[in-house]
């Protein structure tokens, strides 16, 4: 269920911010490109009466010609929730990072990072999560070629203080 | 059961009488060593929750002596590599297993840990934990019953009391 409010801010803040609306699984899906997506999310963050200021999720996606970062938005004072979408060149995959606006977008940002190379500006600390930092390459992306299984059988050398 | 056998019996039930045991220094050691398996208390996944629940009432572990889940390798003579063992973790089972006292033995516990499971052709995971750690039995099961690992650990018994028999199991004879 979307509301009429929401909607209204919504298609505002799409004119704004060039991007596309559309309507997926039950909500609002604002697709926008990368050098938007801040200015997307803080003003989704300061809506007046339909505030989406809780950072739910955050993910990359690979679609091949293209990388997409997904923040799905709710709030907990009230039923409203957003999908902001954006587009990121697969090339050079580098987007303003959204931890100024949640610090919890830290560790969901280094996941991004971690499994699909996406360079978050301004994030604090941007380094692997879950592969270890001699890992090589980034396994969610369509194109990761994994390693065979003798490969992956061979104990990899441990650093000191890990 | 031969004829051998059955008067090798009859003369130890004869010497039991007079309170005089005969056996092998290694062969007693080995059955004290099989009825007290101090298993290290080291999970990796869903596995370990079996693990766990093996040890409670209702399926007993402490009947063989084998509840002695010890919190450092150091005082522990069995490793069960209870889970998936990912890439990232597997120097460190390893540091586990090394730092424990010998003899020592390992059982595989659940499909994750004998041939990578369903995650075998993960990019993240070891496809069996036979290529870091050397593994004397191996438990199927997604996870396997607390049961199964109960049989585990009783075909390991075995297989310690036999080392003979095991040896020439392992090379086809």
């Given amino acids: 269920m979307v509301s009429d409010s929401l909607r209204a801010r919504v298609g505002e803040l799409a004119v704004r911010v060039n991007g596309e609306v559309e ?11 990368d050098r938007y997506a801040v200015e997307a999310l803080t003003s989704a963050k300061n809506f007046a009466d339909v505030p989406c200021d ?21 709030s907990l004072r009230g039923p409203q929730r957003l999908r902001i979408i954006a587009r990121v060149e697969r090339d050079n995959p580098v ?9 919890g977008a830290d560790f969901l940002e280094r996941e991004a990072f971690d499994m699909f ?26 194109d990761y070629v994994v390693e065979s299984h003798e490969q992956r059988a061979v104990m990899r050398v441990r650093k000191e203080g890990e | 059961m031969d004829v051998k056998k059955e008067k090798e019996l009859r003369d130890a039930e004869a010497m039991a009488e007079k309170n005089i045991l005969l056996t092998g220094i290694e062969k007693f050691l080995n059955w004290g060593r099989v009825h007290s398996f101090w298993p290290a208390s080291f999970g990796l996944a869903c596995c370990a929750i079996e693990m766990a629940s093996s040890g409670n009432p209702r399926y007993d572990l402490s009947r063989f002596g084998y ?5 450092s ?62 593994i ?11 049961e199964s690992l109960i049989f585990g650990m009783l075909q390991l018994k075995q297989k ?14």
């Fill in chain 2, 136 to 146: 004397d039995v191996y438990i199927p099961g997604c996870p396997p019953r607390p």
């Fill in chain 1, 117 to 142: 190379g996406i360079q978050f500006r301004g994030h604090p600390n941007l380094k692997r999560i879950y592969m270890w930092d001699d890992f090589e390459g980034h396994p969610m992306r369509k």
């Fill in chain 1, 23 to 33: 309507e997926s699984l039950g909500e609002l899906e604002l697709t926008v490109n």
């Fill in chain 2, 73 to 134: 390798p150091r005082q522990a003579d069995l490793m069960i590599v209870a889970g998936t063992l990912t890439r990232k973790m597997a120097p460190v089972a390893r540091r586990i297993y090394d730092q424990m006292p010998e003899p020592k033995w390992a059982i595989a516990m659940g499909n994750c840990a004998c041939s990578g499971g369903p995650f075998a052709d993960s990019y993240a995971v070891v496809p069996g934990a036979d290529s870091i750690i050397p």
């Fill in chain 1, 95 to 103: 987007i303003d990072s959204a931890t100024p606006l949640w610090k």
């Fill in chain 2, 160 to 173: 310690i009391q036999n080392p003979t028999k095991a040896r020439l199991i392992k090379y086809g004879k």
């Fill in chain 2, 67 to 71: 509840e002695v889940f010890q919190a």
């Fill in chain 1, 54 to 74: 809780f950072l739910h999720d955050l993910c990359g996606m690979d679609l091949e010609d293209h990388l997409e970062v997904v923040y799905q938005l709710s």
